[in-house]
Every structure is written in C-alpha cells, then in structure tokens.
C-alpha cells in the first residue's frame, strides 16, 4: 500500500484509502490526480490496488469495517454495488464537478472518472491506404470486400454493440440491445474469427505480429503499439466508449474525506492532466477547455468531443440489468457451441 499527501501534519480524520488496478495507469493518475488532490485538500491519501475488487468490496462491507473508501472501478461495479447496498448513494450537491458533467456520465451512485474505447485496428501493411481501410463494423463483417483473419474480445461487453452496429444499427440508438439480433449477425462472422482474446495484451499482440489483419481493441493497447513504430492503424467511428467510474464504500471510514476527494477527482484540470501520462480520455468534457491538454493529443484521446460524436456511449445501466445479466449468460452458451 502507498501513502501520499500532506504528511505528518495531516489528521487522522483527513485520509482516505483509494483503490484502483495498479500498474502503469494507477501511477499515471496517482502523478495527474491524487497527488495534486491530496495537496489542494491537505490529506493524505493511501492507495491499495485489484484487479478485481468486486469480490473484495463486497467482503469488506459484509465485514462491517470496511478499510477502502473510494474506488475506481469498472461502471457496472459501481451500478451492481448500488443496487446491493455496498456502495454509497451520492449527494450530488457535495460534488459540483461531477454534477456539471453530463447526466450519461453519472449515475446515483458513481461518476466517471476516465474513458476508453473499443475500437476497431487494422495491419497497415495489408491497408496502406487509410482510407481503403476498414471504418465501420460493417467493414469487418464484410469478408469479402475485407478479406483477412479477425479477432474479437472473448466477452459480450462491447461485442454485442459492434455486432449491432454491423447490422446498420445506429450508435446512439443501441439501447436496449436486441440480443436475439446481436448473436444473429455474431453467427455470421464466427466462422471468420481466428481468435476470441481474452486480454488487452493479446489483443495488440495478435496485430503487431500479423496474426490477424483486424480487430477489436482498446484503443490505448493499439496507440501504444504506434508509439513503438508498428505498422498499425484504427478508427473511432462506431467505437464504443467505455468507463471506469469512482464510487465510495458504504461504511466508508472516512466518507467526508472522500466525498471531497471524489469532486477534486473529477476537476477539470486535474482531468486534463491525465492524457499527459496514459492513453485514457478525462471524464470531464470541460477538461478540453482548460489547455492543458496539447492540440495535437486531443484527436488521438476517445473522449475528445470530436471522437465522442462518433461513437456509442456505452450504458452500463443495461448491461447491470437482468437483461444485461442474461446477454452474458448467452454467450457463454454461444462460444460453446
């Protein structure tokens, strides 16, 4: 666990313990958020991280004492741990920041803290031309105007949306998600995947080493690869646009402390300072306005009101509904068959 803020003149009283996943993105936004918060707050701000907290919020609050207080965490988590009372229901009016952002972007029990996308790459050498790319998901369903070996992510969140959208479903009328028609047009290009990955490492590794010619990625697993001179390439159009969001502990120790942390979280120009560590999006649209973030950066961060326009918003509040629940049931079942 890491300690950071005010030091010893700190209180007991003015800490907080916050949980993220570790890795190279919790030491971006330890340098662009947390530690500029602790200092403007004067707390000290003590840090834990999982890869998967869900089973670990839902142990500390069955405790009784629970030790975290804010976490970052998938939107869903958030959302399911609202509905199952293990997160707190948050007073919006404590939390101007995250009042001010858009309602889509907020929910009773969390606000958005950074974005990413599920977008579709491509090996530039088999597409040289970017504009004879492909740039849809139409295109990658398209095997014979397209031909080449595919991958999509082992996992319904994301996938259904793209397949939708393949079917000439338009982004922002997803939701709710016709199932039934999702795993109709998933049928179509099964045949056609040469790998179902199962992580962001194998996703940018099948298209760095030619193993597949397109494919689904987060977007900052394919800029990372074009940072390193790999002959790759990708597009926001109909990417879906993805969260992690904040949410506090119910019981949380120290809830004022986090009430206040979780409205400096979400400042604008702490926001803004994200993007200059980590390939992630600020979940503040007024952090585009503060100019911290260069112009040449803006276009390349799926957040960017540009970028934003171009693709879906994922809901979170359907994919933690019963529906939601059952979609991912299916296709356990359809990866079976």
């Known amino acids: 666990m890491l300690a950071l803020g005010a030091g010893a003149a700190a209180q007991a009283a003015d800490q907080i313990t916050f949980v993220s996943q570790g890795g190279a993105y919790q ?33 500390q609050v069955a405790s009784g004492k629970p030790t975290w207080d804010v976490v970052d965490v998938p939107t869903s988590y958030c959302l399911r741990g609202g509905e199952q009372g293990l997160v707190e229901k948050l007073d919006f009016a404590k939390i101007p920041n995250g009042a001010a952002m858009p309602a889509a972007y907020r929910s009773p029990y969390s606000v958005a803290y950074e974005f990413y996308s599920s977008v579709l790459g491509y090996n530039a050498k088999k597409y040289p031309d970017a504009a004879k790319a492909p740039q849809s998901w139409a295109d990658f369903w398209d095997v014979k105007k397209f031909p080449g070996r595919r991958a ?104 004022s402390a986090a009430v206040r942390f979780v409205n400096e979280a979400v400042d604008p120009v702490l926001q803004a300072n994200l993007p200059l560590h980590i390939d992630y999006g600020p979940a503040n649209p007024k952090a585009f306005d503060t100019g911290v973030i260069p112009a040449a950066r803006v276009p390349e961060l799926p957040s960017a009101p540009e970028n934003a326009r171009r693709q879906a918003l994922m809901s979170y509040e359907w994919w933690s509904s019963p529906a939601g629940e059952a979609a991912e049931k299916r296709w356990l079942e359809f990866m079976q068959k």
């Open 27 to 59: 030491k971006a936004q330890t340098i662009a958020i947390l530690d500029p918060a602790a200092k403007k707050l004067g707390i000290t701000i003590n840090q834990d991280s999982a890869p998967d907290s869900w089973p670990i919020m839902k142990s």
């Open 152 to 255: 999509l992510r082992n996992h319904p969140l994301a996938t259904l949306e793209a397949a939708l959208m393949a079917d000439g479903v338009a982004p922002d009328k997803l939701y709710p998600l016709d199932v039934d028609r999702a795993f109709r047009k998933l049928a179509e290009i099964k045949p056609n995947i040469t790998v179902w990955w199962t992580s962001g490492a194998q996703s940018a590794q099948l298209l760095n080493d030619g193993e597949v010619d397109m494919v689904m990625a987060w977007n900052g697993r394919i800029t990372a690869l074009i940072k390193d001179g790999a002959k790759v390439g990708y597009t926001f159009n109909q990417g879906i646009l993805q969260s992690t969001s904040l949410c506090i502990l119910k019981g949380a120790p120290n809830l």
